[in-house]
């Protein structure tokens, strides 16, 4: 179960990679964790990811009030 979820992420951000950042995508595809400092600069990637989705959201809801939609 939790390998199907990390393929889905991983479908989904590669899916939106040419909207974000791409040292960000590819920090999160690519990133090692072995250690302590490892898993907390992942999760700092991922609370990166989240502010960024969040602006993307705002920005493409800004648009499509914009166009009427």
């Given at each position: 179960a939790?390998?199907?979820?990390r393929?889905k992420?991983?479908e989904q ?11 960000l ?23 990166q ?5 969040a ?10 009030a914009?166009?009427?939609?």
């Amino acid at each position: 179960a939790i390998d199907k979820q990390r393929d889905k992420a991983r479908e989904q951000l590669q899916a939106l990679a040419d909207k974000l950042d791409a040292n960000l995508v590819d920090g999160l595809l690519n990133a090692e964790e072995r250690d302590e400092a490892d898993i907390h600069e992942q999760r700092q990637r991922i609370e990166q990811l989240r502010a960024a989705l969040a602006e993307l959201k705002s920005v493409e809801a800004k648009a499509k009030a914009l166009l009427g939609m």
